[in-house]
């Protein structure tokens, strides 16, 4: 898996890449080219489409560092949050084209990105329903409620150790689930 | 949705630890593509551009790094064939211009005149200050422009009929590999003469461009067609196996061990034996082959150089 980078190395990274140094793109890449792509591939679910999103999410990285406030979020958080805007576009453009091409109805044209990004925490809040409680509740503490990992493990009483492997087992049983389900459908 | 979103947020924890990662290594388009929007190049982006071009663009991009950063300061340093970069440049746009005009596309008169490489070459030396490296480079970008962009917008039809190529019947994806190759190794020839380390194309580039080469072993191999057949195994970052020479099946080898042997040699040190670079009675190589093959084999790719 790669490696993330910490905050202060966030900070330094995104410094160089508004400076215009290459090596930072390609640090940036090499740590969250997964990430991105995992994303994407969620959302638009097709290789090529999720290809053509991770280029142009490090590309808007490269020409928008500035836009990236180290205070407010970390790159991860950033990068994710473009992935998902660019793959979501990719799936309204091809509704159009469907709906042009065979003068269907398609639920996604005109709806907005806000409606769509409803349907997709519909799909993940649905997943997350799906899973067993012992898997469900550090689910949603930590991502719906903001709890750190040590405030969840004394909710449950167990130790630190055992609340990440409870979260990484939820988020596995979470990827599983929503292996090759896309999650706007636009057919 | 925000970067704050727990969806978001959550997605991205499950992206980010089961991925999957892309299939492909995107970098190197990338980088071309982050140079394009950085420069003045006005070049297509490689998601524009037929896969068959994108080596090139990439190669043409590393070469325009070059002249504009390290070789900028010094003009006058020799670089190959007695030349300066500036001169090196004249000749990468005479050999540009003839693929152009393979491919369909005029060839403006400040290209140079004649249909041979050598002559088009020299009558654009003839008119060169050998030191205005800008004035060279502006010229050679204008004509990589001019093919890239006929790559992205062109008759894509043409792009797959056979040309004839320096008096070679190619595919058209084959001229813009030859295009990307030799760009590669002039500017190989650049570093040396600078100091500068050398920078092989990205794995997936160099393999095509070996494919390439062991591909055209077929012009320059000495053996009759029913000689014995050998592996030339190429190893390292985008190596391979083919057979030389080849089957009705193509290059590839497959199958049983080829009953002349294997010349196992450096995937780079191939491609810079097929472009003069290296002396083919000196290269290391390895493999079970008799001597005599293997000398023979090594003179055939030293040969592609003088296509």
Redesign the interface.
């Known amino acids: ?2 490696v ?1 980078l910490g905050a202060e190395a966030e900070v330094d990274l995104v410094r160089r890449l508004t400076g ?1 140094d ?1 090596t930072a ?2 640090e940036l ?2 740590a969250y ?7 994407a ?2 959302v638009a679910v097709e ?1 090529a489409a ?3 999103v ?2 142009q999410v ?2 808007h990285a ?2 928008h560092a500035r836009d990236f406030d180290p205070g ?3 790159l ?6 473009l ?3 660019r793959a979501v576009d990719w799936v309204r453009r091809e509704a159009a084209h469907r709906r042009a091409a065979a003068k269907v109805e398609d639920e996604f044209l005109d709806v907005e990105e806000a409606a769509i ?1 409803s349907v ?2 519909g799909r ?2 649905a997943a ?1 329903a799906g899973l067993p409680e012992q898997h469900r509740a550090p ?1 949603r503490m930590l ?2 409620e ?1 709890r750190s990992v040590r405030e969840i493990a004394d909710h449950l009483g167990v130790p630190e150790g055992t609340a990440k492997t409870r979260l ?1 087992t939820a ?2 049983r ?2 599983e689930q ?1 292996h090759g389900e896309r999650m706007v459908t636009a057919e | ?24 290594d ?2 190197p ?3 071309a ?3 394009l ?2 420069g003045h190049l006005a070049l297509p982006a490689p ?1 524009d551009l037929p896969p068959a071009a994108r080596p090139y663009l990439r190669q043409v991009l590393a070469l325009t790094a070059l002249v504009e950063g390290p070789a900028a300061d010094r003009p006058a340093t020799p670089v190959v064939n007695g030349w300066t970069a500036a001169q090196v440049l004249a000749h990468l746009t005479a050999v540009d211009a003839l693929a152009a005009q393979a491919l369909g596309l005029p060839a403006p008169a400040e290209t140079g005149t004649g249909v041979e490489v050598q002559a088009r070459t020299d009558s654009l030396l003839a008119a060169l200050d050998p030191t205005d490296l800008p004035g060279a480079a502006a010229l050679w970008r204008r004509q990589c422009n001019a093919l890239l962009r006929f790559c992205a917008t062109g008759d894509q039809a043409r792009m797959q009929r056979p040309v004839r190529y320096l008096g070679i019947p190619l595919s058209a994806p084959d001229v813009l590999l030859d295009r990307a190759f030799e760009t590669w190794i002039h500017a190989e020839d650049l570093r040396r003469a600078l100091g500068l380390e050398a920078e092989p194309p990205a794995a997936d580039d160099l393999h095509t461009l070996s494919d390439l080469g062991a591909r055209l072993l077929d012009l320059t191999w000495p053996e009759p067609a029913d000689g014995p057949v050998l592996a030339l195994e190429l190893t390292g970052p985008g190596g391979g196996v083919w057979s030389v020479p080849r089957g009705a099946t193509g290059a590839r080898a497959s199958g049983p061990a080829p009953a002349g042997g294997t010349v196992v040699l450096d995937a780079v040190d191939f491609c810079r034996l097929a472009g003069g670079r290296l002396d083919p009675d000196a290269v290391p190589h390895t493999g079970d082959a008799h001597p005599e093959q293997a000398r023979r084999l090594l003179g055939a790719v030293a040969a592609l150089a003088r296509l």
């Open positions: 898996m790669p993330e215009g290459e793109l390609a890449y090499r080219a997964t990430l991105v792509h995992g994303v591939l969620r290789r999720a290809e053509d991770v280029q490090f590309l490269w020409t407010r979020s970390r991860r958080s950033w990068l994710a949050m992935a998902h805007r990004d997709v925490a993940i809040q997350v689910i991502y719906f903001g990484r988020r596995q979470l990827a929503l | 949705m925000n970067p704050d979103d727990p969806i978001t947020g959550l997605l991205a924890d499950l992206a980010a630890e089961t991925g999957p990662a892309p299939a492909r995107l970098l388009d990338l980088l593509a982050a140079r929007a950085s998601v």
